[in-house]
């Protein structure tokens, strides 16, 4: 039993790229259960995924809780709608800078990829043992999504996007892990494209074998059907894009204005596609890097949202949406000066900052869809397409827009209804730099307000206001304790 034990430890710490401490090695392995004869029966393979799944309860995932190095927050803070409260801890100050270097990373994205990369793999090394059929098809299925889906969250993170120039899709990639070995000492010895090309391949794979009609903590057929027309829009593929993301959108309905406050409380899962359950109190409290507390008298604001960007919503027609997105302070700390916070993740089921991990939902494959349909040339489509969400987030609106005009809604909507989620503002501002036939404003980087902290735009301003396209700083630097233990992987340009 002890040799099944210290196999599968080693095998997280050798594919996860991190070291692994005698304490790590004596523990029991990810699933917390003892196998001396193992992936045997199906109820193995089950409590195995299970154990993939729990992989994105890592940190850079849904933890990171102390460093502000988690999914939900890092590209928010990288990005343009929030700004550094000196009132807080300044964790993830370094990000919010872009003043990042090896030694001191934003996420531990990277190493918690290939964490759950390695769960992936060694299920996948053992089907073998199981009867053909539908339930072993699944399994694979299942594994495969994962798998691609951990490797694209590396790819967006540490390379650059293929359209983020016309000379990104033959830049550096990333290993592609897609075997078990945990002697192995993978390398960067791919183009982005290729990269992207592997992604593709493990989502069309999987995708026929997946359940239709699955549970969201799960990867289900429309879930991998988002992820995969979400990737070939960061590809350039528009067509490719559209011919995956629809039928999602057409099988998932996005919540309404009046599902959207048990939607961010976790009362409901209505339009999620994939998300990680957090529902018991030991559970991370996902959200703590953009606040604690819930009252004037306790709350602790680390970033607050730009005046400028809460001015995007309409006070009157999306009332819903503000309110489970945004909540006024007048914190103590502050001397009773107003302060908008995000309030996405304040008030969970069980306990405050206990919601679920929303990976994926419709109204971001309806947003996919229609920017797809629009750089596709299919402009009337892609209007048709917005308008679905539009029409459950607005009592009214214009509508209407022709031409770039289109563009621009989809846009706008697309930053208001993703953000504080899983950094869409981030990923949207690095892969358009290299979209032909959009305006400047898409593709030039990023330029902040200017605007302090406070709910009037006064008090402290971010130190740094401006990252232009191109810049180094888009493609985060791999941590030095990887390349440390893997000689063969190399650092991100730039770094």
């Not at 460093?67 to 709608?81: H, R, T």
């Not at 001397?335 to 306990?351: H, L, M, P, R, T």
């Amino acid at each position: 039993m002890k040799k099944n034990i210290l196999v599968l430890s080693l095998l997280a710490c050798a594919l996860s790229f991190t070291s692994c401490s005698d304490d790590d090695i004596d523990q029991k392995p990810y699933d917390k259960i003892e196998f001396a004869d193992y992936y045997k029966t199906e109820s193995d393979f089950t409590t195995a995924l299970n154990g993939v799944y729990q992989g994105f309860s890592q940190a850079g995932y849904y933890a990171g809780l102390s460093n502000a190095s988690d999914i939900v927050s890092v590209g928010d803070i990288l990005a343009d709608n929030l700004i550094l409260d000196p009132n807080g801890r300044r964790a993830g100050q370094r990000a919010h800078t872009w003043s990042y270097n090896s030694n001191s990373v934003p996420t531990s994205i990277y190493s918690s990829s290939y964490n759950i990369i390695s769960r992936a793999n060694i299920i996948l090394a053992n089907t073998d043992n199981l009867q053909d059929g539908d339930f072993k098809n699944n399994v694979i299925a299942q594994a495969k999504a994962v798998r691609a889906l951990a490797h694209f969250e590396v790819a967006r993170t540490y390379a650059e996007i293929p359209t983020q120039s016309a000379e990104a899709s033959s830049t550096v990639g990333i290993a592609y892990v897609d075997k078990y070995d945990p002697t192995a000492m993978p390398k960067r010895d791919a183009t982005i494209t290729e990269s992207y090309d592997k992604i593709i391949a493990d989502l069309e794979a999987a995708i026929p074998n997946l359940e239709a009609s699955s549970e969201t903590s799960v990867m289900g057929k429309s879930a991998a059907q988002a992820l995969l027309g979400k990737v070939y829009l960061y590809k350039g593929d528009y067509k490719k894009s559209i011919e995956f993301s629809k039928p999602a959108v057409d099988a998932v309905a996005p919540a309404t204005q009046a599902q959207l406050a048990g939607l961010w409380t976790s009362n409901n899962s209505n339009g999620v596609l994939f998300e990680i359950p957090f529902i018991n109190s030991g559970d991370p409290t996902i959200g703590t890097n953009y606040s604690q507390g819930a009252t004037n008298e306790n709350i602790v604001i680390e970033y607050a949202v730009d005046k400028d960007f809460y001015a995007l919503y309409n006070q009157k027609s999306e009332s819903e949406r503000i309110n489970a997105y945004f909540k006024v302070f007048n914190p103590k700390n502050h001397d009773g000066e107003a302060v908008i916070a995000v309030n996405k993740y304040i008030n969970g089921a069980v306990k405050l900052g206990l919601n679920n991990g929303r990976y994926l939902r419709v109204e971001e494959a309806i947003l996919n869809l229609a920017e797809a349909q629009y750089l596709s040339g299919d402009q009337g489509s892609a209007l048709i397409t917005l308008n679905k969400l539009r029409d459950v987030r607005y009592s009214t609106y214009t509508g209407g827009e022709t031409g770039a005009a289109i563009f621009d809604a989809i846009q706008l909507e697309r930053r208001k209804e993703l953000a504080f989620e899983n950094g869409d503002r981030w990923f949207t501002l690095k892969r358009l730099q290299g979209v032909a036939g959009i305006s400047s404003v898409y593709t030039s980087g990023i330029q902040r307000s200017g605007n302090g902290y406070l709910a009037n735009g006064t008090g402290t301003a971010s130190s740094e206001q401006t990252l232009k396209a191109g810049d180094h700083k888009w493609q985060l630097p791999i941590p030095q304790s990887v390349l440390n233990l893997n000689k063969n992987m190399t650092q991100t340009p730039g770094y």
